[in-house]
């Protein structure tokens, strides 16, 4: 991620990074690593991270059997906080 940001700056490109929402079907340890991920990511692009949805917006497919692929509702709330900014 920091070399992302860095080379961004170089080029005078605004990068805006949105938060990874959590799922709830994954194992702990992935759920951590989400978490950890999006700590990270705020820290590195602060004014331009957008903070993921509450997990209470994300609506998984009832078709997808691992719980991370989400319908086109969680999609538009994720699309509206980027709109939002």
């Given at each position: 991620?920091?070399?992302?940001?860095?080379w961004a700056s170089?080029?005078?490109i605004r990068i805006i990074w949105t938060?990874?929402?959590q799922f709830q079907k994954p194992p702990e340890n992935m759920r951590r690593t989400i978490t950890d991920l999006n700590i990270?990511?705020?820290d590195i692009f602060e004014r331009d991270y957008i903070p993921a949805?509450?997990?209470q917006h994300i609506h998984?497919?009832?078709w997808?059997?691992?719980g991370i692929?989400?319908?086109?509702?969680?999609?538009?709330?994720?699309?509206?906080?980027i709109i939002e900014i």
């Open positions: 991620m920091r070399g992302i940001q860095h170089r080029k005078d938060g990874i929402p990270l990511a705020e949805i509450p997990p998984p497919g009832a997808d059997m691992t692929h989400y319908t086109t509702s969680t999609a538009q709330t994720i699309l509206n906080s």
